[in-house]
């Protein structure tokens, strides 16, 4: 395991009003990553984002996990990708070390799926991450929100909050999804694929 350290970005659009809707469970998730670790959020001088540089995950024998900058870019979801490679490069890293968590629409609310490369499936925020870093060869965490019901939007469904039925999954559902990130990190992605995806 490589002591370069990782950029862990979590999605969402900023301010209270957006604070609790499916669009910004990446945003909950960080919370809750830097929350494990005692890590506080402050405002990056040189990128538009909150920041908070940590480690996450126990190595074997106890030795604390890999180097992190946990990051929420403070931009509107769909312009993130300046912030993300701003960071990458003040950092000095790589797109390989870069791991985005974010909602995803096509998978059923509950579910937490995993993966390195391919599409960004219509997220803007993730079009715009892959124009701006130049590769789509990034790892998600890609956080199950479900479709919209019946003829809603896709647009609405996401900048709603998660219902009162979701609400009460939804601590699981993030507590999940910061467990997959720091798999991720400290025994690798196909671990963490076979932990998670079995799941489903």
């Given at each position: 395991?490589?002591?370069?350290?990782?950029?862990?970005?979590?999605?969402?659009?900023?301010?209270?009003?957006?604070?609790?809707?499916?669009?910004?469970?990446?945003?909950?998730?960080?919370?809750?990553?830097?929350?494990?670790?005692?890590?506080?959020?402050?405002?990056?001088?040189?990128?538009?984002?909150?920041?908070?540089?940590?480690?996450?995950?126990?190595?074997?024998?106890?030795?604390?996990?890999?180097?992190?900058?946990?990051?929420?870019?403070?931009?509107?979801?769909?312009?993130?990708?300046?912030?993300?490679?701003?960071?990458?490069?003040?950092?000095?890293?790589?797109?390989?070390?870069?791991?985005?968590?974010?909602?995803?629409?096509?998978?059923?609310?509950?579910?937490?799926?995993?993966?390195?490369?391919?599409?960004?499936?219509?997220?803007?925020?993730?079009?715009?991450?892959?124009?701006?870093?130049?590769?789509?060869?990034?790892?998600?965490?890609?956080?199950?929100?479900?479709?919209?019901?019946?003829?809603?939007?896709?647009?609405?469904?996401?900048?709603?909050?998660?219902?009162?039925?979701?609400?009460?999954?939804?601590?699981i559902l993030?507590?999940?999804?910061a467990d997959?990130?720091?798999?991720?990190?400290?025994?690798?992605?196909?671990?963490?694929?076979?932990?998670?995806?079995?799941?489903?």
């Amino acid at each position: 395991m490589t002591d370069s350290p990782w950029l862990v970005v979590g999605l969402g659009n900023p301010g209270p009003r957006y604070a609790g809707n499916r669009h910004n469970v990446g945003h909950m998730v960080l919370d809750l990553l830097a929350e494990r670790v005692g890590a506080r959020f402050t405002r990056h001088p040189r990128a538009q984002a909150a920041v908070a540089e940590a480690r996450l995950g126990v190595l074997p024998g106890g030795v604390p996990g890999p180097r992190v900058v946990l990051a929420k870019p403070s931009t509107y979801m769909n312009v993130s990708g300046g912030p993300v490679a701003g960071l990458a490069q003040y950092y000095g890293i790589d797109a390989d070390h870069v791991l985005v968590v974010h909602d995803e629409v096509d998978i059923p609310f509950d579910t937490i799926k995993l993966k390195t490369g391919g599409g960004e499936g219509g997220h803007n925020g993730l079009r715009d991450i892959s124009k701006a870093l130049g590769t789509r060869d990034y790892t998600r965490v890609r956080v199950g929100v479900g479709r919209p019901p019946g003829r809603t939007d896709t647009a609405d469904h996401v900048l709603k909050d998660f219902s009162a039925t979701e609400r009460k999954d939804l601590p699981i559902l993030v507590d999940d999804a910061a467990d997959a990130v720091e798999m991720v990190l400290v025994e690798g992605l196909l671990a963490a694929q076979g932990r998670f995806h079995a799941k489903v």
